[in-house]
């Protein structure tokens, strides 16, 4: 019902900066929740940050606090994750995710929470 398509991954030198770009097509009205996660080789999947589109809150891990940015475009279906003051710790691939479910128990933070998500865009950060 709703596909996501990221973009915007690529190589940086540690300190700099780079933005990502998650656009969604199809049922987006029955998107409440955006989110980005990433996941290091031989690591877990984790949350980087999030934002509701209906009032536009945004929650961040404590690792991107302050470095990072969840920023929604409305009338593009478009969510975007600046990166500045980025660090080798930072490299992973970088998915988008999408809560079109009304309800739900899990926390904002939390993988199962999120039932769509894209394929995934590669960032890497040297030191």
């Known amino acids: 019902q709703v596909q996501l398509v990221e973009s915007g991954g690529g190589l940086v030198q540690a300190g700099g900066s780079l933005r990502l770009s998650c656009t969604a097509s199809?049922?987006?009205?029955?998107?409440?929740?955006m989110a980005w996660f990433r996941q290091a080789p031989g690591k877990e999947r984790e949350f980087v940050g999030s934002?509701?589109?209906?009032?536009?809150?945004?929650v961040y891990a404590d690792s991107v606090k302050g470095r990072f940015t969840v920023s929604g475009d409305n009338a593009k279906n478009t969510v975007y994750l600046r990166m500045n003051n980025l660090l080798p710790e930072d490299t992973a691939v970088y998915y988008c995710?999408?809560?079109?479910?009304?309800?739900?128990?899990?926390?904002?933070?939390?993988?199962?929470?999120?039932?769509?998500w894209g394929q995934g865009t590669q960032v890497t950060v040297s030191s």
């Open positions: 199809g049922r987006t009205f029955s998107t409440y929740v």
């Open positions: 995710a999408a809560q079109t479910r009304r309800t739900t128990i899990m926390t904002i933070a939390s993988r199962i929470r999120y039932d769509i």
């Open positions: 934002i509701t589109w209906s009032n536009s809150n945004t």
